[in-house]
């Protein structure tokens, strides 16, 4: 037996996290989840958001199940997500962005993998107001060598490991002369250890740009914390959406797995968020415990009951994302037909090809409503 830290977190969190533990019974690998509270819940126990308990029991098990955290916006308390990482030294945040059977893109090829720093730049947490009035204020962009240097190297270990096309840099080194230099000197020193992987780099504005019109001339982008959080979410669009997309975050001992998606309080206790993010990440942690069958199955069961689109959350029915009408189904229904279908799904098959993308008609009439 494993035993594997659970976070639910905020909004959410509780059902997705749910969701996905009900989808590793169905595995049959024997997993001991050590069920600890971040974050609001964390808060109304004990007055505090991020208790020692939870580092703790991440620390002795290694291995971590997160549901979003609630960040406040513009005060309150400092984000959970970010301290943790810095906490726990989780420094490559890892969001793979998959396009599944062709459903809620225009890019069903889509297969990306965003490297992020998750530990400094302009989240170091360095921040303050320049006068007394508050009108001006100052975020400190905190780029080191050491942590420059290991992200480019994951990122280069992770595309030879996944014998990936190439690695990309993110920076925006014309304008920010110090802290992008580092970087980007930090990647092509990398790069040069690495002569069988090509390297290139983007600026961060150009890039979004390229992503949007060619996903699929891309691969394994490596980029600063800032530059990471947002190419990440856009890179989870051109996948199908937030629902769909996983994360990892890795330190040297320690990793822990937490979609990309936030707590989306809106649909808090609804039963209608999505599962598939937080049980893509049970996928991704499973794969990390070394137990690939049951991360295939988990993989295959997601993308067959998406393929399917009998029992998809709301986002997965929407109106031109798809060619059928489809009554969308709760987060409980869909996580509970995943894990009906986890020991049923047959590995020996191909894998089914992407369905080609939608009329990109009905995508634009979707985003005109
Ligand atoms: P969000 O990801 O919660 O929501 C963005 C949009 O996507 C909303 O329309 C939401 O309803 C939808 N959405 C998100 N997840 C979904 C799912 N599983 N199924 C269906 N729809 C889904 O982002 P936000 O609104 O910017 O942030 C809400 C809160 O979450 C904030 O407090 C923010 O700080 C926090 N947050 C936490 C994390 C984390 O814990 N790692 C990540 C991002 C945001």
């Known amino acids: 037996m494993v035993k594997v830290t659970l976070i639910p977190g905020d909004g959410i969190g509780p059902e997705v996290t749910n969701a996905a533990r009900l989808v590793a019974t169905a595995t049959g690998v024997?997993?001991?989840?050590?069920?600890?509270?971040?974050?609001?819940?964390?808060?109304?126990?004990?007055?505090?958001?991020?208790?020692?308990?939870?580092?703790?029991?991440?620390?002795?098990?290694?291995?971590?199940?997160?549901?979003p955290i609630t960040t406040p916006i513009g005060g309150g308390f400092r984000s959970v997500n970010v301290s943790l990482r810095q906490q726990l030294d989780l420094y490559a945040s890892v969001r793979p962005a998959r396009a599944i059977a062709g459903e809620g893109t225009r890019f069903p090829e889509t297969d990306l993998i965003v490297v992020r720093e998750a530990t400094e730049g302009l989240y170091s947490g360095v921040e303050h107001w320049v006068d007394r009035d508050h009108s001006a204020a100052?975020?400190?962009?905190?780029?080191?060598?050491?942590?420059?240097?290991?992200?480019?190297?994951?990122?280069f270990e992770l595309a030879k490991r996944e014998k990936r096309r190439k690695v990309t840099a993110v920076h925006k080194a014309n304008i920010m002369k110090t802290t992008g230099a580092l970087f980007q000197t930090a990647f092509r020193e990398m790069a040069a250890k690495y002569t069988d992987i090509p390297a290139e780099e983007r600026l961060v504005d150009n890039m979004a740009?390229?992503?949007?019109?060619?996903?699929?001339?891309?691969?394994?982008?490596?980029?600063?914390?800032?530059?990471?959080?947002?190419?990440?979410?856009?890179?989870?669009?051109?996948?199908?959406?937030?629902?769909?997309?996983?994360?990892?975050?890795?330190?040297?001992?320690?990793?822990?797995?937490?979609?990309?998606?936030?707590?989306?309080p809106k649909y808090a206790g609804q039963d209608k968020a999505n599962p598939v993010a937080e049980i893509l990440c049970l996928e991704l942690l499973l794969r990390h415990m070394g137990k690939t069958e049951a991360a295939d199955r988990v993989w295959r069961a997601v993308w067959e009951t998406i393929a399917e689109k009998k029992v998809v959350t709301y986002d997965l029915a929407l109106p031109g994302y798809t060619d059928r009408p489809v009554a969308p189904s709760g987060c409980l229904a869909m996580a509970k037909e995943i894990a009906r279908k986890v020991p049923l799904v047959d590995l020996s098959r191909p894998m089914p090809k992407a369905t080609a993308a939608k009329a990109a008609g009905a995508l634009d009439a979707s985003l005109e409503t």
Not at 37 to 63: C, F, H, W, Y
Not at 145 to 151: E, G, H, L, P, T
């Open 30 to 67: 024997d997993i001991d989840w050590e069920v600890v509270d971040a974050g609001e819940r964390a808060i109304q126990a004990g007055g505090t958001p991020l208790p020692d308990s939870v580092l703790d029991s991440i620390r002795r098990n290694r291995l971590a199940l997160k549901g």
């Open 138 to 155: 100052e975020t400190v962009n905190v780029i080191t060598r050491k942590a420059s240097d290991r992200i480019v190297r994951f990122a």
């Open 209 to 264: 740009m390229q992503l949007v019109k060619r996903p699929s001339e891309y691969d394994v982008i490596v980029t600063t914390n800032l530059f990471g959080d947002i190419l990440s979410d856009l890179c989870a669009g051109l996948a199908g959406g937030l629902g769909i997309a996983p994360g990892a975050l890795y330190g040297e001992s320690i990793a822990v797995f937490e979609p990309v998606h936030g707590s989306a």
